[in-house]
Each structure stands twice: as structure tokens, then as C-alpha cells.
């Protein structure tokens, strides 16, 4: 059974903290994504991965950085986390080449920035 | 960049009846995949149906069904025999091809409904 998990379901972090969000997927995917889900927003890609050290912005990236050591594991930073930045997050793994595009997520992490 | 709209932003249907979500999205692409998700409350997304943009044939996975309309960028989601389990958000996702790398692009989502 395919399996994307995030490290924690529920944060809740001070203004200015630094924040890591962690993402691991066990099906040898070799993108991976982060998307902020907001009520009335629907899901916005901030940034995803095509592989190991490869990066790229999505459509809200400002404030967040990411980190692929591995292939298996995808981290969202918050250098210094602010109250807009409280959201849930979810994190997505999907192979390359020629497929269907079909995307397995996580069950989400919620942050609350106080 | 590629838009999706999903014009109803809360839906209700009772047991048993049908349900039509709609989608329509903007793009200068001709190759292309359009995808229904389902976001059960407090669980995670799960892929409901997946149309390629080729095919003329609807896309159809047991009760889900989608109307594919390639020339007015329509994709619709129908379900029929509506079950309680159904209530979820429901997002629309389009994504361009080749896709390597390539990221889905998502609507607002519709929040479902299912009452007995």
C-alpha cells in the first residue's frame, strides 16, 4: 500500500520560530510536492521537487524553503513563521515519465502560529 | 498559467439521489489530464476519477462520472446513488503534459453534503 506521511498532524509554534514540516513517501517517487490548503483558497503549490536537490517555486513561495536530500524525504521550512503562515499543509509524491499523474497525499500537517 | 474554477462552494444531496459537481478551467494546452479529488473530513485526498484530455470517451469509476466537454474546458463530476460516505470536499485538478515535474493545478474545492 502506497504511504506519504508527514511527521506531525498538529503544530502549533510561536511568531519568528523556524518551522520544519517533514514528508517521507515509500514508493520511490521522484516528485514530490508541498501545497497550502485554505478555506474558500483550495490547495496553492508552494513549492515541489522532480528529484534528489531539485527544486521549484509554485505559486506561493515567499516565506517557505524546501530541502531533498533524499528521494524519500521532502521538508517545508518556515524560516521565521508568522500568523498568515497558520494553514494546513500537505504534502504529495508522484512518479515521473510517461504516466497518469496521479498524486498520493498525506494526511496533512496543521500549523497554527500564535 | 492554467485556472480552475469551481463555481459552488457548498452542495447538498439527499441518499440515493444524484449529484453533479461542476468544473470549468482555462488553458492554451491541447494535451492535458483533468482529475476529481475527494478530501473526506479529517482524512486525506484520494484521486476519484481521472479524464485525459484525448480521449472523447467520458471517464467513468462505478457511482462516479464525469462529462468531459473539450471545446466549452468543461469536466463535471456526477455521482450517482449518493452514499453518506460520499460527503467530502470535492477538488478539481488539471495538469499538462508531459508532465514530469509538472505540478497540478487545483480548484477552490466544493464541500458535499450527503444527508440521509
Not at chain 2, 30 to 43: A, E, G, V
Not at chain 2, 93 to 112: I, Q, R
Request: proline share 3%.
Amino acid at each position: 500500500d502506497v504511504k506519504v506521511t508527514q511527521s506531525s498532524r498538529y503544530l502549533v509554534k510561536r511568531t519568528g520560530e523556524k518551522v520544519f514540516l517533514e514528508c517521507v513517501q515509500d514508493m520511490d517517487h521522484e516528485n514530490m510536492f508541498w501545497y497550502r490548503q485554505d478555506p474558500g483558497l483550495g490547495l496553492r503549490l508552494i513549492y515541489f521537487s522532480y528529484d534528489v536537490k531539485m527544486k521549484e517555486k509554485g505559486d506561493i513561495p515567499e516565506g517557505y524553503s524546501v530541502s531533498r536530500e533524499k528521494k524519500e524525504r521532502f521538508s517545508l521550512i518556515l524560516e521565521s513563521a508568522s500568523t498568515n503562515q497558520t494553514s494546513m499543509y500537505l504534502c504529495a509524491s508522484r512518479t515521473s515519465g510517461a504516466n497518469t499523474g496521479e498524486l498520493f497525499f498525506g494526511e496533512g500537517s496543521r500549523l497554527t502560529v500564535l | 498559467a492554467q485556472t480552475v474554477t469551481q463555481s459552488q462552494p457548498e452542495m447538498s444531496v439527499q441518499e440515493a439521489e444524484t449529484v453533479t459537481l461542476s468544473c470549468t478551467y482555462d488553458t492554451s494546452e491541447n494535451n492535458y489530464y483533468l482529475f476529481w479529488y475527494k478530501q473526506p473530513p479529517s482524512r486525506q485526498m484520494i484521486l476519484v476519477i481521472r479524464q485525459e484530455a484525448y480521449k472523447q470517451q467520458n471517464a467513468t469509476e462505478n457511482r462516479f462520472s464525469v462529462n468531459f466537454q473539450k471545446a466549452a474546458k468543461s469536466f463535471s463530476l456526477k455521482i450517482s446513488d449518493s452514499q453518506l460516505g460520499d460527503t467530502a470536499m470535492y477538488f478539481c485538478a488539471f495538469m499538462k503534459v508531459p508532465n514530469s515535474g509538472y505540478a497540478l493545478n487545483f480548484g477552490k474545492g466544493t464541500s458535499l453534503l450527503v444527508t440521509p
